[in-house]
């Protein structure tokens, strides 16, 4: 089985910044791309960031595009979210995911696997 497992989320003041690690096991890491989405109370769950399984493409939500970078250490089944400049807006649960299609979708369909997610809250 794969297991997606996030960690590094917290309350943190806004203009702040966090990272957000996901480690993956079980499975084959270094071919899935990696997502991350964000979920707000009360609000559906949106695509924030993704990677493609090597890591040379990129995807961004246009809200936080230049703030938020997506890295990931295929040595370690590992991909991060770089968080900066952070906005009470950004306060969600996050949640990283893999797909085994490859690339940097912004598609929550095409994740085949999923974490259960790290709370971040951004204070104003």
């Known amino acids: 089985q794969v297991h997606l497992v996030e960690s590094g989320g917290g309350l943190v003041q806004a203009g702040g910044s966090l990272t957000l690690a996901c480690i993956v096991s079980?499975?084959?890491?270094?071919?899935?791309?990696m997502g991350w989405f964000r979920q707000a109370p009360g609000k559906e769950r949106e695509f924030v960031a993704a990677?493609?399984?090597?890591?040379?493409?990129?995807n961004y939500a246009d809200s936080v595009k230049g703030r938020f970078t997506i890295s990931r250490d295929n040595t370690k089944n590992t991909v991060y979210l770089r968080m900066n400049s952070l906005k009470p807006e950004d306060t969600a649960v996050y949640y990283c995911?893999?797909?085994?299609?490859?690339?940097?979708?912004?598609?929550?369909?095409?994740?085949?696997?999923w974490g259960q997610g790290t709370q971040v809250t951004v204070s104003s």
């Open positions: 995911a893999a797909s085994r299609w490859g690339l940097a979708t912004m598609d929550s369909s095409l994740y085949d696997y």
């Open positions: 079980g499975g084959a890491f270094g071919s899935y791309a």
């Open positions: 990677s493609r399984w090597s890591g040379s493409t990129t």
